[in-house]
């Protein structure tokens, strides 16, 4: 063992989360492909056999895929669909075997040739980006037959059968949609950075990842050991006996910290001053409620209903709707559910939503706007939601992207005549059921005190406010760094949110990604929001560190902190903070972490 | 499924096939009205259509007819927002099939 041999690389920590482990390289192209006649009618019987059970198992391949998507995920299924179709096309299938049938070549070959001719056809396109990308497609499909037809389809994750880091140039959509978390240790990519798809996917893992690793796919092997820290983007390749410690160690810390805390997740979020707040999740599917259990949800804070609208031909009918809403009530109560009415727009482009011809679609007409738009399709959710309110009245109704009262009054007037559609036909609903509105555009906070009178329940969509807040557009790479939850601009923001809704008494939570962030506990506690809505996997941690907390401190934290003057003030202060009141989050965490920012090696292990 | 055997250079020249007698032909024209034009996901909706039938289908543009039961020739057509094309079935049932394209088309493929 040579511990002069080691390496260390950077790149951006993309997932927070230590990884030590062999590295699986995933890498495309190249196959050999080996040529040759086949003699006799027996062996291009059997070479046309050999072909249609490779495309077979390649079709079986995306079908597994297909069913493993996670549900954020759902609209890259379809890009599998045109590569399952592009296998079947006569134009491939058919091609490569009339070339294996009249010309005798072999299959790989034949496949090769038949995915060229396609090839070229896309090539003589005049648009340029259009045809890049079918070509893309083309060879992707094409190219896991060549890779079943050589018996070398070992690079496809799905066939990851050893737990490894998975080191690539860029993990496609479809590579990322079938990492299979229990087998992925950590992830190396050479592009990509804190907001790509790899790195959201992989934190919604839980995988460690390091994305914009220059070289990375050349200077690691196959095989090689490598670790791979996630929060401060350092790679080690063949690293020390005194390095591999040093991991080991961290590591070790960091899943015992894990384990300990996720003992206790199941407690009530109370402050250690007894101030009770809720802890809650945010899902997009049924299924989801196990996680959101074992991880100490004490309520569905937000149930995002998208998904059941998207990647289908037809809208959806009452009757799956109401289904899915049944089943998610059913499933938590006693526990509340918040259900948020249709938020569509312009990122979440589906096949049927009816989006305009907008120059600025986040400005446009989406979410709430939208639904009160196309009136039939808000009565139809409306309806699957107020019936599904009957089996355990524990639903509440939140309308996304109010920016004003007459949202309000219009959303209320539809409401109410689905109530007295339901009542004449003698079908039971909860009539009491909960009326929030999301606070997320700038006017609504203007008008918190008004709204507030108007609704049963306040919930701040950080992720949109910030956004709008600032005016800017987070994945603009140019303005990104603009983007900044404790900007003083925001937190205010939240603050007159909270301190209008509590003037009505009315309760006010927070679903945008802040709320899983275990730095902005004080912070948030100390502003007084009531619930915490967050990714399940985000629980344990942000739970823990309320149960910590005492309230008297975070609203003295609060007052400072609201009347700094910067966002990087208010950063340090923060990470101050929590470095003194919970050490032991500090040092498995590292607090000084915050979105992009590297950081050195902590030099010293620490007790 | 019924298969077309020509390749690709037979077909994008070739232009709307004959009527025979035992087969009716049957053609209808239609404006590609959703906004982003038959990209990938479009013409998988054709595509999957079309093969319910058992009818030749052809989707033809100005001079090129290909076959709609192929994705990679559905495609290649490249018909953006407001691009007339003219689709024919052949077959016994020619006519349901035209109307479930009709279908499609005249819901702007579920998009707008």
């Not at chain 1, 080691?6 to 890498?27: D, H, N, Q, V």
């Not at chain 1, 077979?56 to 996670?70: G, Q």
């Not at chain 1, 959509?173 to 592009?191: C, H, K, N, S």
Request: charged letters at 25%; one cysteine or more; aromatic letters at 6%.
């Amino acid at each position: 063992m040579n511990d002069h041999s080691s390496l260390t690389i950077r790149g951006i920590g993309a997932a927070p989360g230590i990884a030590i482990g062999k590295a699986f390289l995933l890498e495309r192209g190249r196959i050999p492909v080996p040529r040759y006649r086949l003699f006799g009618e027996q062996a291009v019987a059997e070479e046309c056999k050999r072909f249609e059970k490779a495309v077979a198992e390649a079709e079986a391949d995306l079908e597994a895929i297909k069913k493993s998507i996670k549900t954020e995920f759902r609209e890259h299924a379809r890009l599998l669909e045109v590569q399952q179709m592009i296998l079947r096309d006569p134009s491939i299938y058919d091609e490569s075997l009339r070339y294996i049938k009249e010309e005798r070549t072999n299959a790989q070959l034949a496949v090769i040739k038949s995915l060229r001719k396609a090839k070229e056809l896309f090539n003589s396109l005049s648009n340029d980006e259009y045809a890049k990308s079918r070509i893309a497609d083309v060879n992707a499909a094409g190219d896991r037959v060549i890779r079943i037809l050589a018996g070398q389809n070992h690079t496809n994750l799905e066939h990851l059968h050893e737990r490894a880091v998975i080191v690539a140039h860029d993990l496609s959509p479809a590579d990322a949609i079938q990492l299979q978390a229990g087998r992925t240790l950590g992830i190396v990519t050479e592009i990509g950075g804190s907001v790509s798809h790899t790195s959201i996917v992989a934190r919604s893992l839980g995988i460690p990842a390091v994305t914009g690793v220059e070289n990375a796919a050349r200077l690691i092997s196959n095989n090689d050991f490598i670790i791979v820290d996630g929060r401060t983007g350092i790679i080690i390749i063949n690293p020390g006996e005194s390095e591999l410690r040093f991991y080991t160690n961290r590591q070790d810390e960091i899943s015992a910290y894990l384990k300990q805390i996720s003992r206790h997740a199941h407690l009530p979020a109370q402050t250690s001053d007894g101030h009770r707040v809720s802890a809650e999740a945010n899902i997009e599917a049924v299924e989801e409620i196990v996680a959101a259990k074992d991880n100490g949800a004490e309520a569905i804070g937000l149930y995002r209903t998208e998904f059941f609208f998207m990647n289908r031909v037809e809208l959806p009918d009452e009757e799956s709707l109401y289904r899915d809403y049944h089943d998610l009530a059913e499933l938590m109560a006693p526990s509340q559910v918040t259900i948020r009415t249709l938020d569509l727009g312009a990122e979440k482009l589906t096949s049927w939503c009816p989006t305009l011809e907008e120059a600025n679609p986040a400005l446009g007409l989406r979410s709430i706007r939208l639904c009160l738009h196309y009136k039939e399709i808000f009565k139809t959710q409306l309806r699957a939601i107020l019936r599904a309110s009957a089996v355990a009245r524990n639903i509440r109704l939140m309308l996304p992207l109010i920016s004003g009262m007459e949202e309000i009054y219009q959303a209320r007037r539809i409401f109410k005549e689905v109530q007295a559609e339901l009542s004449a036909k003698r079908i039971p609903f909860d009539e009491d059921m909960p009326f929030g509105a999301m606070i997320e555009v700038p006017s609504a906070v203007a008008m918190a005190d008004l709204l507030a009178q108007e609704v049963d329940f306040f919930s701040i969509g950080t992720n949109d406010l910030i956004q709008y807040a600032i005016g800017i557009d987070r994945s603009n790479e140019h303005v990104a760094y603009l983007y900044e939850a404790l900007h003083p601009g925001v937190l205010r923001f939240i603050k007159q949110a909270v301190d209008a809704g509590h003037e009505a008494g009315i309760p006010v939570a927070l679903c945008g990604e802040m709320a899983g962030e275990p730095l902005y506990v004080p912070i948030l506690l100390g502003l007084k929001i009531d619930s915490f809505s967050m990714n399940p996997v985000a629980l344990p941690r942000v739970k823990n560190l309320i149960r910590r907390s005492s309230m008297k401190e975070c609203c003295r934290f609060a007052n400072q902190v609201i009347h700094m003057r910067t966002a990087s003030e208010i950063e340090q202060a923060v990470s101050k903070m929590v470095m003194r009141k919970f050490p032991e989050e500090f040092h498995v965490f590292d607090p000084n972490w915050t979105g992009n920012s590297t950081l050195a090696v902590p030099n010293k292990s620490g007790s | 499924m019924l298969i077309d055997p020509r390749t690709f250079a037979n077909r994008r020249e070739t232009a709307l096939i004959q009527s025979d007698e035992e087969s009716p032909e049957l053609t209808q024209e239609f404006i590609v009205a959703n906004r982003l034009g038959i990209h990938a996901r479009v013409a998988a909706q054709i595509v999957k259509v079309a093969c319910r039938f058992e009818s030749e289908i052809f989707i033809a543009k100005s001079e090129a007819a290909v076959n709609a039961k192929s994705i990679l020739d559905v495609m290649s057509l490249l018909c953006p927002y407001g691009s007339k094309v003219f689709v024919t079935a052949r077959g016994p049932d020619a006519a349901q099939a035209l109307n479930a394209l009709a279908a499609l088309f005249q819901t702007k493929f579920g998009e707008s």
